[in-house]
């Protein structure tokens, strides 16, 4: 069984940071690929980024936020990282830590509860 748990929430001015973090309660948080997900009001969740197992070598990023999120594993705390700069309005939504044994870039059967992101302009 793997329980995720996310923090670093919260109200931000546009053109700020937050780092959020997802600790995992899984006996081999290695061997899990990770993802952070988010959904705004009125919309779909959408994937944000996505990290490989192990080292987390591969990572994936959508469009909207190259270049100003990064994300990160920690193994031996069993943390996986979003650092997020530079933020825009559009970031705001509730944003969900996921994990999975399969493929980093497949489903993912482990979520979260979520943590409200609010980016004011």
């Known amino acids: 069984q793997v329980q995720l748990v996310e923090s670093g929430g919260g109200l931000v001015q546009a053109g700020g940071s937050l780092r959020l973090s997802c600790a995992a309660s899984?006996?081999?948080?290695?061997?899990?690929?990770m993802g952070w997900f988010r959904q705004a009001p009125g919309k779909e969740r959408e994937s944000v980024a996505l990290?490989?197992?192990?080292?987390?070598?591969?990572?994936y990023y959508a469009d909207s936020v190259k270049g100003r999120f990064t994300i990160s594993r920690d193994n031996a705390v069993k943390t996986m990282y979003l650092q997020m700069n530079s933020l825009k309005p559009e970031d705001t939504g509730v944003y969900y830590c996921?994990?999975?044994?399969?493929?980093?870039?497949?489903?993912?059967?482990?979520w979260g509860q979520g943590t409200q992101v609010t980016v004011s302009a």
């Open positions: 899984a006996r081999t948080f290695s061997i899990l690929a």
């Open positions: 990290i490989d197992r192990l080292s987390g070598a591969n990572t």
């Open positions: 996921a994990a999975t044994l399969g493929a980093y870039r497949g489903n993912y059967n482990y």
